[in-house]
């Protein structure tokens, strides 16, 4: 009842007239929604998404209509084919350390080339062929984006793909210590110029 009394206390008054509203702006007309994906990432006021279980190599991004940007809405004809004919898919996305937006597959990094128009954007060729298997491995750090390969952890400076952690202990837990079918339970995070990387042991199932 108090909240009630409260309420009707303090009515809202229109008193700015028809004419006066702003008719600038205008919801879109196609007003698509998001489809279902296992990855996002915001880049230059959009928002883009991969990792739908249907269509595994399309990157889908959200619309910007004028200078207005629109971040929950998709429209149908709002993605990119990543080498769909590869086989492949893809594994995550994140911003290399130039400001290009990245699409991991396992078996190669692309850029998509995301200035001007999107009638007008590129996707490069492979960066490199040692994509990543651990899709919550990939990381933004200053130095580059870090993931875990098939063949070992990497970071991505955004034009070659180097070894991180090589030494002897590293190296062996990587190789040896990690079933290759549990890498997509392998978590990586950067803290405080630290690279973080949580796995499951392949002999004890105890997770480090």
């Known amino acids: 009842a108090a909240v009630a009394t409260y309420l009707s206390a303090v009515p809202y008054i229109d008193i700015l007239a028809d004419s006066a509203l702003d008719t600038t702006q205008t919801v879109p007309t196609d007003n698509g929604m998001p489809p279902i994906t296992k990855f996002f990432i915001?880049?230059?006021e959009r928002v883009f998404l991969a990792g739908n279980s249907t269509y595994k190599s399309y990157v889908y991004f959200s619309d910007i209509t004028g200078i207005v940007s629109y971040p929950d809405v998709?429209?149908?004809?709002?993605?990119?084919?990543?080498?769909?004919?590869?086989?492949?898919?893809?594994?995550?996305?994140?911003?290399?350390?130039?400001?290009?937006?990245?699409?991991?597959?396992?078996?190669?990094?692309?850029?998509i080339f995301t200035d001007g128009d999107p009638a007008s954007w590129g996707v490069s060729e492979p960066f490199t062929k040692a994509g990543c298997w651990a899709p919550w491995t990939i990381k933004e750090t200053p130095y580059g984006i870090i993931y875990l390969a098939k063949d070992g952890w990497r970071i991505f400076d955004g034009q070659n793909s180097n070894f991180i952690g090589e030494d002897d202990r590293v190296s062996k837990i990587i190789k040896n210590e990690i079933m290759l079918s549990r890498f997509d339970k392998c978590v990586g995070h950067y803290h405080n110029n630290l690279a973080y990387l949580s796995y499951a042991d392949r002999s004890t199932n105890v997770t480090y």
Do not use: Q, W
């Open 42 to 44: 915001k880049h230059k």
């Open 74 to 111: 998709f429209p149908v004809g709002n993605y990119l084919p990543i080498s769909e004919d590869d086989g492949d898919e893809i594994t995550g996305l994140a911003v290399d350390p130039t400001g290009y937006l990245c699409v991991f597959k396992k078996n190669c990094i692309r850029k």
